[in-house]
């Protein structure tokens, strides 16, 4: 409405402020080999209340900020499964409960060391015990980590920081003296795993069947909003019993993690998470407070330094508690040293009940301070924690035990063909490529053909394969060939496209609907282009020219003529110089004719039917069972299925047409759509009859009953 009477968004112009404040420095970021998370932190203290000032409705980005959160975890719970959540559930409880114990046990007692009351030393170490499960997890799924033994032992520790965050809302107002007691915390715990139990059995129920009639409907859109609302209504519910959202919407990842469509789900809301998901960290830069920075710069920079080394080494003793090495230690350690976007949220709630961070006045600048700088120090910390592991390893290497390995990677193809679209020519060239055993993987959009796939024994992704995702997932840096067997010209464009840059080595072959197709197929990346309006006539050309009786030789060079250059002759016909030379008069006047059961001429030998002396036609040759027959005598008797070789002038053929032409039945004249009149009167215009078996005086035949052929002519 607002837009509808010429007014502006009031906070449009903050929003674009930010967004194009994110854009330019991470571009810069990228320019400079940075992550782009140090960009959107960036931009979000420069455009912040702390920096130049541009946006100041910190409440607005804060909650764009959690969607960003719900769809990141989100998609981390879709690149799961409830299978490798179960492998990791000694690692959850075990690892989390000791990570996060003893960090804030450890941070507590040195607080009270000097002087900081327990109430306010447990809220504190509460706080630093907890890791951004959106950076940490960003980093890694960038990295392409998520399934590696320290990504799955970051992501254990961050689900029961998740699950513990639970209670820490009930238990952060009952240290600040508000009403509650121990016993109501452990039983919203116990409430929140039943709530948590029922979520996941009715979404596995539920879910996979609607995201099936959803896809069904090929309809992008509706797909897309599908998954959204199953992702945000998953977080609502969870959300009304107290459990937190991005955990409820981990879950329902999780759900459609165990469904076929799990690579199309994350392709779809990838865009949409990225937004969300950099709106979050320029939020998380507007806390800092660049002037407090600015005026302590050692006491920031000491907290700071003092919750990596702490944080490093507690979370790493952890998983090497577990029998996890040293590389994954370090990895885990590191990756994890920071304080996480929750954290900022009980601290606002500890503030409302008089609890200030490590009972200092300036308490909330300085743990906010700190906060941002370890969130900024991540994306350098995680390659650290990667060289000193490798480091550590090489020193005192350690032997996993086999339950402790990494996630075993699934067999990838290698030097395989991508078929995409398994309509009926992928289907067709899939069939004719089987006897090769050539490796294969088919992507589609439509469920049915990928089921039909799979039962062939073919390996199939569902999904849009001109998303970068679902490329990645078939293995698109491996692949030998991709043949794109799809109909919408502008989705091939951008899979050819796509295609040739993640893969420059690859060879591209492409279907067209149309000839001005073939250029911009081209253009994108294609090594050859099939242009579908074309190549239909190009076979009927050949046949052509084989019924004329031009040699096979000549033909297929012609073909290939017109196929050059991308089928250049179609475009520039005077420039091309054919092949093919003029029909002669005698392959003008040859025609092959096909006996079918039922036509007079079946049964009856050529001297019988005498088509030398009665119609002036000569038998070069007859085609029976694959057998070539050249000059056959008089004696040869007409079977159905035969195929002779005639030469004749065309009023010749006319003449002797009744003989090869089948009766006309009533059923025949009725599937003809004739009437009784009709038929009549073309039973006496076609007659068919036999003529007379001729004498063996008749001129047409040799004494020796061989069928008189001209010059020794043999063609068939």
């Known amino acids: 409405m607002l837009l509808a009477v010429g007014l502006q968004l009031p906070f449009l112009g903050e929003l674009v402020a930010l967004l194009g404040a994110g854009t330019a420095i991470a571009y810069l970021c990228y320019r400079l080999r940075l992550e782009p998370v140090v960009g959107f932190l960036l931009a979000g203290v420069l455009v912040g209340p702390g920096g130049i000032g541009l946006v100041q409705n910190e409440t607005l980005i804060g909650r764009m900020a959690e969607i960003g959160v719900i769809l990141l975890l989100f998609s981390i719970g879709v690149e799961f499964s409830l299978e490798k959540l179960a492998r990791l559930s000694r690692l959850v409880v075990g690892g989390g409960l000791l990570q996060v114990s003893v960090t804030t046990a450890v941070v507590a007692l040195l607080l009270h060391t000097i002087g900081v009351a327990w109430p306010v030393a447990i809220f504190t170490g509460i706080l630093v015990a907890l890791s ?357 010209r502008a989705a091939a464009e951008r899979l050819v496209r796509l295609a040739h840059y993640l893969n420059p080595t690859l060879r591209i072959i492409a279907r067209a609907g149309l000839l001005r197709d073939v250029d911009t197929l081209r253009e994108a990346g294609a090594d050859l282009v099939v242009p579908e309006e074309l190549e239909t006539p190009l076979r009927l050309f050949s046949h052509v020219l084989d019924a004329y009786g031009l040699p096979a030789r000549e033909v297929a060079a012609e073909i290939q003529v017109l196929r050059a250059d991308n089928y250049q002759a179609f475009r520039q016909p005077d420039q091309v110089q054919h092949v093919l030379s003029a029909l002669s008069q005698d392959q003008l006047h040859t025609r092959e004719v096909v006996v079918h059961p039922g036509a007079p001429a079946v049964g009856r030998t050529l001297a019988e039917l005498a088509l030398r002396p009665r119609y002036g036609i000569t038998v070069l040759a007859a085609y029976r069972d694959n057998r070539f027959i050249p000059s056959p005598g008089g004696d040869f008797q007409i079977r159905p299925g035969d195929r002779l070789v005639l030469v004749g002038p065309a009023q010749a053929f006319v003449a002797c047409s009744s003989l090869f032409r089948t009766p006309l039945t009533a059923r025949h004249a009725r599937q003809l759509g004739l009437s009784a009149q009709e038929t009549a009167e073309m039973e006496k215009i076609l007659p068919a009859t036999l003529p007379s078996r001729p004498s063996n005086a008749d001129p047409g035949f040799r004494s020796s009953g061989k069928a008189d052929a001209p010059g020794g002519d043999k063609r068939g």
């Open 132 to 488: 951004s499960t959106a950076l940490v997890m960003g980093l890694l799924a960038e990295r392409g980590e998520t399934g590696s033994a320290a990504g799955q032992a970051s992501l254990a520790i961050l689900i029961f920081q998740d699950l513990a965050a639970v209670g820490l809302v009930l238990l952060v107002p009952i240290m600040g003296g508000a009403e509650g007691s121990f016993t109501e915390v452990v039983l919203t715990l116990l409430k929140a795993l039943l709530i948590i139990g029922i979520v996941l059995v009715l979404a596995r129920l539920l879910i996979p069947r609607l995201l099936d009639y959803v896809a069904r409907t090929y309809r992008h859109e509706l797909f897309l909003l599908t998954v959204v609302t199953l992702c945000f209504g998953t977080a609502f519910v969870t959300g009304l019993f107290g459990i937190s959202l991005a955990l409820g919407a981990f879950l329902a990842g999780l759900v459609v993690s165990e469904s076929p469509y799990a690579e199309h789900t994350l392709s779809e809301i990838l865009p949409l998470r990225t937004v969300f998901n950099a709106l979050f960290f320029m939020s998380v830069g507007m806390l800092l407070d660049v002037r407090y920075v600015l005026a302590n710069p050692v006491l920031v920079l000491g907290i700071a330094l003092l919750v990596v080394v702490l944080k490093a080494l507690v979370t790493g003793g952890s998983v090497l508690a577990l029998g996890y090495g040293p590389r994954v230690a370090s990895i885990a350690g590191l990756g994890l040293a920071q304080i996480g976007e929750f954290s900022f949220v009980l601290e606002r709630m500890g503030r409302e009940v008089g609890l200030q961070p490590l009972g200092h006045p300036d308490g909330d600048a300085l743990f906010i301070a700190a906060a941002v700088l370890l969130m900024l120090a991540t994306p350098l910390l995680l390659p650290a924690g990667h060289w000193l592991g490798s480091w550590l390893e090489a020193r005192w290497p350690v032997r996993l035990p086999a339950n402790l390995t990494a996630e075993e990677p699934e067999p990838s193809l290698e030097n395989h063909l991508i078929l995409v679209g398994y309509g009926r020519d992928g289907q067709h060239l899939a069939w004719m490529l089987r006897p090769l055993q050539l490796p294969m993987l088919v992507i589609d959009l439509d469920p049915h053909r990928v089921l039909e796939a799979r039962e062939a024994g073919l390996p199939a992704l569902l999904g849009d394969a001109s998303r970068r995702l679902i490329l990645e997932a078939a293995g698109i840096r491996k692949a030998k060939a991709l043949v794109v067997l799809i109909d919408d």
